[in-house]
């Protein structure tokens, strides 16, 4: 007997050394993925860096504030945007044909020499969000004074996302005042209305583009830049080439109970009853699986991560349980693993001293690529099991883009492009937690890819939509070579 558990015990422990062995040696071949860092042999472009960052002062001047109410859009602000550009992109104006979709998106068609290649499409925003203007004594320069100063250009939407149409269109002009013609055509649009959804902007812009009959290569859109110091313990900046974004839906949580006077209460109130369904849901998350988009981005990182970390990625295959509750614990992370779940409204009594019959949450979920409207429908409809709650869906809602390919030539493109540009990074295929004017091209596009060329670090991260938003004169310079070499590409 006791031979034989020493047997048993000698076998387990040659298995947990060749266990070991396994993990330290995937551990050691699990490298970088090498990227090329070239743009087809091509120097990057020369680009005057005070002419583009007074170019984007002058854009950051209009006042271009979008709102779901159409009737307190300045529209005057608009159209001056759009004089501006034609003033500081002469060439662009007049070489390229230029189509006003809704009146206020330009769409610009640079003819490329060979018509039968399909081409590509790079798209941006010009509307912006309001300043927060209780706070705008917090502002270091107004808003709209577009002031360049200390290095860096001031002023909302100088990040989101008029630093990167300026930027694409100085890439054009500077090209065009060199000759250069495209083989494929490329073109440009500029949404008017993302930030409030994209129905009269982009949605028409492809409307437009299916009327045609023009398909694209791929879409370059916002969604997420070069982030340094923003991923813990990652060494190096991550250019974060984003290949999906989440889809979207809310959902109401009605409770409802007997009211009456609030001297009187009684025993289930509908508001305790609502409660208790949002402790459930919290309690009782969308499952989120390490798999998909989601690994491909933590593949292609891990290699640059401490060794604790860099041991867990490389053997996913067995440690995907772990990795994925542990990337549970971070908000950031667990919006990449998961579906979120996001009680943001609550409604019950209109008066203190009244019991509320009714009362109701709105939870906001961002769809996860792996999820479908009804299948997180039917997670709710499971967890809360409770016949005095009811779940009501007024069938709107959308799911995830589709996942954009990272072995295309596009991907490759933009990788080594921003390797060419940025130097020593990390290029991996992210996921857009936002909404962005991008998925409204996947109808009209093989691949949509989501990235701005510009450095962003963590104290950038509260000037998105926040206070004294800015971008560096040097980044401008830097999203100009890249958009002029992922041109001279086509
Ligand atoms: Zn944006």
């Given at each position: 007997m006791m031979k034989w558990i020493g047997r048993l015990g000698l076998l387990v422990l040659i298995g947990l050394v060749c266990l070991v062995g396994v993990l330290l040696w995937n551990t050691a071949r699990y490298t970088l993925a090498p990227t090329a860092q070239s743009t087809g042999g091509a120097p990057l472009l020369r680009v005057g860096a005070e002419r583009v960052a007074a170019k984007l002062g002058n854009a950051l001047r209009h006042q271009t504030v979008s709102s779901v109410d159409p009737n307190s859009v300045r529209k005057d602000a608009f159209t001056a945007f759009l004089d501006q550009i034609a003033d500081d992109f002469p060439r662009v104006h007049a070489q390229f044909e230029r189509r006003l979709i809704s009146g206020l998106t330009p769409v610009f068609h640079w003819q490329g020499r060979d018509p039968s290649l399909p081409p590509v499409l790079l798209i941006g925003h010009y509307d912006v969000v309001p300043p927060l203007l209780n706070n705008r004594s917090q502002w270091a320069y107004p808003p709209f004074d577009g002031a360049v100063a200390e290095g860096h250009v001031w002023g909302r939407g100088a990040l989101d996302n008029k630093g990167a149409v300026i930027s694409a269109l100085e890439a054009a002009e500077l090209m065009l005042e060199t000759g250069f013609t495209p083989e494929r055509s490329v073109w440009f649009a500029f949404g008017h209305d993302e930030e409030v959804g994209g129905a009269r902007g982009a949605q028409q812009v492809v409307s437009y583009f299916q009327s045609q009959g023009v398909q694209f290569e791929w879409v370059l859109d916002e969604g997420s830049m070069v982030l340094d110091g923003i991923v813990p313990g990652l060494a190096k900046p991550l250019a974060s080439i984003n290949t999906a974004e989440k889809g979207y839906m809310s959902v109401d949580l009605v409770a409802r109970s007997e009211g009456g006077h609030s001297s009187l209460p009684t025993d289930e109130l509908s508001v305790e009853i609502l409660a208790e369904a949002l402790v459930n849901l919290r309690d009782n998350p969308v499952p989120g699986e390490y798999d998909g988009v989601t690994k491909a981005f933590f593949d292609a990182i891990g290699p640059a991560m401490p060794f604790g970390q860099r041991v867990a990625f490389a053997n996913s295959w067995i440690t995907r349980g772990v990795l994925a509750s542990a990337l549970s614990g971070a908000n950031t992370t667990n919006a990449m693993l998961r579906t979120t779940t996001a009680p943001t409204m609550l409604q019950a009594s209109p008066r203190e001293n009244v019991l509320p019959s009714e009362a109701r949450a709105t939870i906001n979920f961002r769809l996860h690529p792996r999820d479908t409207v009804d299948g997180v429908l039917a997670h709710l409809r499971d967890v809360i099991a409770d016949e005095r709650v009811d779940v009501v869906h007024d069938g709107s809602g959308r799911p995830a883009s589709a996942v954009s390919r990272v072995d295309s030539a596009g991907y490759a493109l933009l990788s080594s492009t921003a390797s060419a540009v940025f130097g020593d990074v990390i290029v991996a295929p992210g996921l857009t937690i936002a909404a962005l004017?991008?998925?409204?091209?996947q109808v009209i596009a093989d691949d949509i890819y989501r990235f701005n060329p510009f450095l962003f670090d963590a104290s950038d991260l509260p000037r998105l939509h926040g206070l004294n938003e800015r971008v560096s004169i040097d980044n401008l310079v830097k999203a100009v070579q890249f958009y002029a070499a992922v041109i001279a590409a086509q």
């Amino acid at each position: 007997m006791m031979k034989w558990i020493g047997r048993l015990g000698l076998l387990v422990l040659i298995g947990l050394v060749c266990l070991v062995g396994v993990l330290l040696w995937n551990t050691a071949r699990y490298t970088l993925a090498p990227t090329a860092q070239s743009t087809g042999g091509a120097p990057l472009l020369r680009v005057g860096a005070e002419r583009v960052a007074a170019k984007l002062g002058n854009a950051l001047r209009h006042q271009t504030v979008s709102s779901v109410d159409p009737n307190s859009v300045r529209k005057d602000a608009f159209t001056a945007f759009l004089d501006q550009i034609a003033d500081d992109f002469p060439r662009v104006h007049a070489q390229f044909e230029r189509r006003l979709i809704s009146g206020l998106t330009p769409v610009f068609h640079w003819q490329g020499r060979d018509p039968s290649l399909p081409p590509v499409l790079l798209i941006g925003h010009y509307d912006v969000v309001p300043p927060l203007l209780n706070n705008r004594s917090q502002w270091a320069y107004p808003p709209f004074d577009g002031a360049v100063a200390e290095g860096h250009v001031w002023g909302r939407g100088a990040l989101d996302n008029k630093g990167a149409v300026i930027s694409a269109l100085e890439a054009a002009e500077l090209m065009l005042e060199t000759g250069f013609t495209p083989e494929r055509s490329v073109w440009f649009a500029f949404g008017h209305d993302e930030e409030v959804g994209g129905a009269r902007g982009a949605q028409q812009v492809v409307s437009y583009f299916q009327s045609q009959g023009v398909q694209f290569e791929w879409v370059l859109d916002e969604g997420s830049m070069v982030l340094d110091g923003i991923v813990p313990g990652l060494a190096k900046p991550l250019a974060s080439i984003n290949t999906a974004e989440k889809g979207y839906m809310s959902v109401d949580l009605v409770a409802r109970s007997e009211g009456g006077h609030s001297s009187l209460p009684t025993d289930e109130l509908s508001v305790e009853i609502l409660a208790e369904a949002l402790v459930n849901l919290r309690d009782n998350p969308v499952p989120g699986e390490y798999d998909g988009v989601t690994k491909a981005f933590f593949d292609a990182i891990g290699p640059a991560m401490p060794f604790g970390q860099r041991v867990a990625f490389a053997n996913s295959w067995i440690t995907r349980g772990v990795l994925a509750s542990a990337l549970s614990g971070a908000n950031t992370t667990n919006a990449m693993l998961r579906t979120t779940t996001a009680p943001t409204m609550l409604q019950a009594s209109p008066r203190e001293n009244v019991l509320p019959s009714e009362a109701r949450a709105t939870i906001n979920f961002r769809l996860h690529p792996r999820d479908t409207v009804d299948g997180v429908l039917a997670h709710l409809r499971d967890v809360i099991a409770d016949e005095r709650v009811d779940v009501v869906h007024d069938g709107s809602g959308r799911p995830a883009s589709a996942v954009s390919r990272v072995d295309s030539a596009g991907y490759a493109l933009l990788s080594s492009t921003a390797s060419a540009v940025f130097g020593d990074v990390i290029v991996a295929p992210g996921l857009t937690i936002a909404a962005l004017d991008a998925r409204h091209y996947q109808v009209i596009a093989d691949d949509i890819y989501r990235f701005n060329p510009f450095l962003f670090d963590a104290s950038d991260l509260p000037r998105l939509h926040g206070l004294n938003e800015r971008v560096s004169i040097d980044n401008l310079v830097k999203a100009v070579q890249f958009y002029a070499a992922v041109i001279a590409a086509q």
